[in-house]
């Protein structure tokens, strides 16, 4: 078989959300962050790991027939944040940009500290405020613990 044929590719959409550049391996922690994962979940989703691009391996989740919103997607900059999200419609990238680091983070990443009152059994989210972005650093609103990008990306809930 020639390289060519020995590639497998991931068809273009027609319309819908294309996450790209993900950080190789990290795409099945994008659909965790966008709820994708659930159950519930009738969207049409592809997804491709380890591809090669011009800088590097990356990942691509595709969601065909919607246009997730930005501030959804913006959670995504906690584990990738070199991530691009394009809005596709009737097969053309109408809106090409960046994931951009939010101020704040709410629920979705759980704190280290386990006697962090936020991992105790009151039912408190964890939230926490983002301090830098390159690298990424982020702080507990409840105990000032601070995550790395590391960490963050093992506390996902
Ligand atoms: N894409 C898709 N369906 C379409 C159009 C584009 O799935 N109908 C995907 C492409 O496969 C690519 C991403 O959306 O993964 C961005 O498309 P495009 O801007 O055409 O590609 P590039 O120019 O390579 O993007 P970039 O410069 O962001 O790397
Ligand atoms: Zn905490």
Redesign the pocket.
Known sequence: MSEEKKTIK?????KGT?I??IREGQSLKVMKILGLTETVVKDVVSIAMNVE??VGKKD?V?VENREIGSDELDKISLISPET?I?I?RD???VQ?KRVQLPERIKGIVKCKNRNCISNQREPIEPEFKVMSGEPVNIKCIYCEREMKEEEISENIV
């Open positions: 991931i068809s273009p959409i027609k294309v790209d550049h691009s011009s691509i595709k691009t394009n596709i097969y053309t990238v090409k």
